[in-house]
């Protein structure tokens, strides 16, 4: 059984516009909410996060919205660049211990 | 900065056949983690280990095999390889009590 589903699959955006990954979970004890970015030839590398206890976190362009009625979240990324084009993942974990589930990730293209 | 460190990057090996990935961190973090990466299925982890001789199954274990000899080297062995098992694979690493986990380059592996 999936533990964390992602969506959309695939994303085009143009240069300038916002785009917007979402993920759902199942898991209610999950506690600890991480993205991350993946560029072609690297390894994900962790973008931003965001415990339960909170329901957005910004960095710059980029900011998580966290739902725990629903068991949702979503990453918002506001004047997308060319820059940005990589794989995101959401993942979930307890943060009492190391485990980390994936989703199956998002390929996103920013179009100039 | 963690070092996660793969090899070989790159790999060509025929149905049958025996392989082994490497992976060495030297951040001296508990925690290591091989996951294979699928078009579709995002990060699947297959083994992972919270110390020197300590063994985990992760999620799709089926025909791999995993040593971790020291703190910082921890192998994948596919003894048997089948084309099922062509894929990316990662290595990755953890510090106890932090949830970020820092991710090697990736060695892609053909089984023809």
């Known amino acids: 059984q999936q533990q964390v589903r992602q969506s959309p699959q695939s994303l085009t955006v143009w240069e300038g516009g916002t785009t917007v990954l979402t993920c759902s979970y199942e898991?209610?004890?999950?506690?600890?909410f991480p993205w991350y970015q993946q560029f072609p030839g690297e390894g994900p590398a962790l973008l931003i996060s965001i415990l339960s206890v909170s329901d957005k976190k910004e960095d710059g362009r980029f900011t998580t919205f966290f739902n725990k009625r629903e068991k949702k979240l979503s990453l918002h990324i506001i004047d997308s660049q060319p820059g940005d084009s990589a794989t995101y993942f959401c993942?979930?974990?307890?943060?009492?211990?190391?485990?980390?589930?994936f989703g199956d990730g998002t390929q996103l293209v920013v179009k100039p | 900065e963690a070092a996660v460190t793969q090899s070989p990057r790159n790999k060509v090996t025929v149905t049958g056949g025996n392989v082994t990935l490497s992976c060495r961190q030297t951040n001296s973090h508990n925690y290591m983690y091989w996951y294979r990466q699928d078009t579709g299925h995002g990060l699947r982890l297959i083994h992972y280990s919270y110390g020197a001789g300590n063994l985990q199954i992760g999620d799709v274990p089926d025909g791999y095999k995993a040593t971790r000899t020291t703190q910082e080297d921890f192998f994948l062995l596919l003894e048997l390889a089948s084309p099922s098992q062509t894929s990316l694979y990662f290595c990755?690493?953890?510090?106890?009590?932090?949830?970020?986990?820092?991710f090697g380059k990736g060695t892609r592996l053909t089984v023809v």
């Open positions: 993942a979930a974990s307890r943060n009492s211990n190391n485990r980390i589930f």
């Open positions: 990755a690493s953890s510090d106890e009590g932090d949830t970020e986990v820092f």
């Open positions: 898991d209610s004890t999950f506690n600890y």
